[in-house]
């Protein structure tokens, strides 16, 4: 395969993972220059183009890649979008990217955003528009997982939006969530905004019938993200935050693993972490004077 031939290739794989996959943009180019460096590598050192590479040619490019947990887990993940498009596209039969072993990557603190971020987030979602300030203060107020959110339909509500009845997306449980006040007040304007026959409570813009794509969700979210001040924002971090501060507030991982859906109470767990100037306010209680009893 020549190299121009390989790049129209490389257009067309970008145009299917729009069409296909709802990548975003910055999916799509990462995965793309992915797919360009290890086409560039295998031609090299291999004698093969990516096109016709095996699995012990793209284990022996996966080996050459700095050894980083993360950066070969992303590795193997562009690598397989771009051997699930060739045999989708009916270039091959089988996707050897998918034989690359995966690295256990080190757990992370959640990325919650303080509270004075979270008011201002608040209040750049309710100026933008209704939908903004529905998803915005599900998300900052439920901790909803993104297809949750993006999915919801008018019918999952009470009337009065007291509470929510769903089926995790993760492992298929029916949750019973109760609605804080600002949540009520945004599904009422969202409703007055989507109108009384919408099903979806965030209809998509282009496919009656049809919920907003992912790709147009996170943009809602990274426009209000900017309107804050917080470049970046991603839908992840408003469920954070809600159970970061829920947390704090309750004091009981109990009743956020709860709120979050999550089977596994060391899941939940991530979030029994303080914020700096708490941590400082409590450690100026620590004394180590007897305390005098009363006679």
Do not use: C
């Not at 409703?191 to 496919?207: K, L, W, Y």
């Not at 941590?279 to 004394?287: A, I, T, V």
């Amino acid at each position: 395969m020549t190299a121009r031939r390989f790049r129209e290739l490389i257009s067309q794989f970008s145009r299917w993972g729009f069409d296909v996959k709802d990548w975003s943009l910055t999916t799509r180019t990462k995965y793309a220059k992915r797919a360009e460096a290890t086409d560039q590598w295998l031609r090299y050192h291999r004698e093969t183009p990516l096109l016709f590479a095996d699995q012990e040619d793209l284990m022996a490019y996966y080996l050459s890649t700095p050894p980083n947990a993360r950066n070969r887990n992303n590795i193997r993940q562009a690598l397989a979008g771009f051997g699930k498009f060739l045999v989708d596209e009916k270039y091959r039969i089988d996707n050897p990217a998918l034989m690359l072993p995966r690295y256990k990557e080190p757990e992370l603190l959640p990325d919650a955003i303080t509270p004075a971020a979270a008011l201002r987030v608040e209040g750049a979602a309710y100026a933008l528009s209704p939908e903004h300030e529905a998803l915005t203060i599900l998300l900052l107020y439920t901790g909803l997982r993104k297809n949750e959110a993006r999915t919801l339909q008018w019918s999952q509500f009470d009337p009065g939006y007291w509470w929510l009845k769903f089926y995790s997306s993760k492992n298929r449980r029916e949750r019973l969530m109760p609605l804080h006040l600002r949540v009520r007040e945004a599904l009422g304007r969202q409703r007055g905004s989507a109108g009384v026959d919408a099903e979806f409570v965030f209809p998509s813009p282009r496919i009656p019938g049809r919920p907003i794509s992912a790709r147009y969700f996170h943009t809602l979210i990274s426009v209000v993200g900017d309107e804050a001040g917080i470049p970046s924002l991603h839908p992840h971090q408003l469920r954070h935050t809600f159970a970061t501060r829920l947390l704090q507030q309750v004091g009981n991982l109990r009743t956020v693993q709860t709120a979050l859906g999550h089977a596994d109470p060391k899941t939940t767990a991530r979030y029994a972490h303080v914020w700096p100037e708490d941590l400082q306010r409590d450690m100026e209680k620590l004394s180590f004077q007897e305390i005098e009893l009363p006679d």
